[in-house]
């Protein structure tokens, strides 16, 4: 078969490109929120539509379209158009990438862009766009358009409320060495030529229309789906449990988490890590401490219904677009403990479904605060499973936010567009692959080397020995040269806190 034959489907429906800013998909396996989402759009909806994914891999530092049809996934390196890989904010235009982009437009009959970021991407993509006369919609996922700080943390690692205020330009050009105001005139321009802008919350919404409010924003909130958890009457136990969940960042509270643990020792307050902590190492002390590590998304209702959890706290200090975990606790009827930033407050408050602390809240107010829920507060704390239960088939499932996509694609797809006859995308074998991945050379046995390092007391000498072995079996793997900084960190860094 021909790599055009591959191709073969690709009249059969319409045609989406989605633009994303990195790809790394393994179904069950640990994926990030935005490509999360847009493999539950894919998968809800690719018998209406193919969908082809450009991104950028930091495998390969290539840039690639990945497209998914009904009988094959096939992936096709697009060019090395080397974006800036330390500051990709730098660069924000590419005339080769424009050719290669419109190019592979014509080549795969696109009818819509659908742009969920734009980090190692370039803005020609909104002009190639207008140029070809296709519809462009996008999604905001984190705040990248707004500054490139992404999540608005500021310089001095300080939430910014507010990406247009007066120290803005000041923080812009400390962290980044940038103009804020030309970088949002830029993405400006360019959102100003899409059809249609999504926001996943209302506080999303808010906070972008504050930097461009010409924009008309509507927002689709992200669906999930898991198994209906047991409406059951919740018993109080000797031990009040509060979980943290997902991947504990900086910015996701760490700082609170790693208090937090120490100040409930002797408490009949026990804490319950489900997922793993940035650079640092908790261990389990059986009583008021227990780290259950990494979890797949469809363990979490019998991990917490299993460890009797009573309440998950999610203390980002930065503003979240939609936070997944919060639909997983409410999901499985856990109320919630946030800061007040950003969508997970905005949600929690919408249907009452726990408690708002101020985002200055450090790890004694916390326990003051979780402590009172578990004595003279707990009928306080039953009323938010009772509002959750109220609300829990309002909550957006994955199959009502398809619907809601299609109802967009369909009104923006026009009914007929002209294509030239562009044979050039399919004309080297070799830039095709079969499957998402480009170079898996060396990944698996990367990952068993890894965790035979971490789990087995291996002398130094007999590391740097695997690590030669290793380097000389897989000599075009892009592990090759990252192999010795990832084991020896995996080894070494990790502080354990007792």
């Not at 999540?151 to 803005?168: F, I, K, Q, T």
Request: glycine content about 4%; proline content about 3%.
């Amino acid at each position: 078969m021909s790599i055009k034959e591959l191709y073969n489907d690709i009249d059969k429906r319409p045609n989406i490109l989605a633009v994303i800013h990195d790809f790394r998909y393994t179904k069950g396996g640990s994926t990030g929120g935005t490509t999360l989402h847009l493999m539950d759009i894919i998968e809800g909806l690719k018998e209406r539509y193919n969908f082809h994914i450009l991104y950028w891999s930091a495998d390969t530092h290539k840039h690639h379209i990945t497209s998914f049809f009904e009988q094959n996934v096939v992936t096709k390196i697009l060019g090395d158009f080397s974006p800036n890989r330390k500051e990709p904010w730098k660069r924000l235009y590419c005339n080769d990438f424009s050719v290669a982009v419109a190019n592979a437009i014509e080549a795969l009959k696109i009818d819509l862009i659908h742009v969920h970021h734009l980090k190692n991407m370039f803005l020609d993509i909104f002009e190639v766009a207008q140029k070809s006369n296709i519809p462009i919609t996008y999604t905001i996922h984190d705040f990248y358009a707004a500054c490139p700080s992404i999540n608005l943390m500021r310089w001095d690692n300080v939430s910014c409320h507010n990406p247009n205020c007066r120290e803005c330009k000041t923080c812009a050009e400390k962290k980044f060495g940038i103009a804020i105001n030309k970088w949002q005139k830029e993405f400006g321009t360019a959102l100003s030529s899409v059809n249609s802008v999504i926001a996943p919350a209302e506080s999303t919404k808010e906070i972008f229309n504050s930097v461009y409010p010409s924009l008309n924003i509507s927002v689709i909130e992200h669906g999930y789906d898991i198994e209906p958890c047991i409406q059951r009457e919740k018993k109080r136990g000797d031990m009040f449990n509060i979980a943290f969940v997902g991947s504990i960042t900086r910015i996701k509270g760490l700082d609170l988490f790693l208090d937090f643990v120490k100040i409930t020792k002797g408490s009949n307050i026990r804490v319950h890590l489900f997922g793993t902590t940035h650079k640092v190492a908790v261990k389990s002390d059986g009583v008021n401490f227990i780290n259950h590590g990494s979890y797949k998304r469809e363990e979490l209702p019998r991990l917490l219904i299993s460890n009797n959890i009573d309440v998950v706290c999610l203390p980002s200090i930065c503003a979240e677009t939609f936070s997944y975990t919060l639909s997983e606790s409410l999901l499985c009827r856990v109320p919630v403990i946030g800061l007040n930033i950003g969508a997970i407050a905005q949600r929690i408050k919408a249907i009452d479904a726990g408690w708002v602390l101020p985002v200055e809240t450090d790890a004694k107010e916390l326990f003051k605060a979780v402590k009172l829920l578990s004595k003279e507060n707990y009928r306080e704390y039953l009323e938010k499973i009772e509002n959750i239960d109220k609300n829990y088939n309002s909550l957006p499932t994955v199959v009502s936010m398809c619907e809601k996509y299609n109802s967009l694609y369909s009104s923006l797809i026009k009914d007929e567009r002209v294509y030239s006859n562009n044979s050039s995308f399919y004309e080297n074998a070799e830039d095709f692959v079969m499957g998402i991945e480009i170079d898996k050379s060396g990944r698996e046995e990367y990952r068993t080397l890894r965790d035979r390092i971490t789990s087995e007391n291996l002398s130094f000498k007999e590391i740097i020995s695997e690590i030669k072995i290793f380097r000389k079996r897989y000599p075009q793997s892009k592990l090759r040269n990252k192999i010795a900084f990832k084991l020896l960190w995996h080894k070494f860094s990790h502080k354990n806190i007792q």
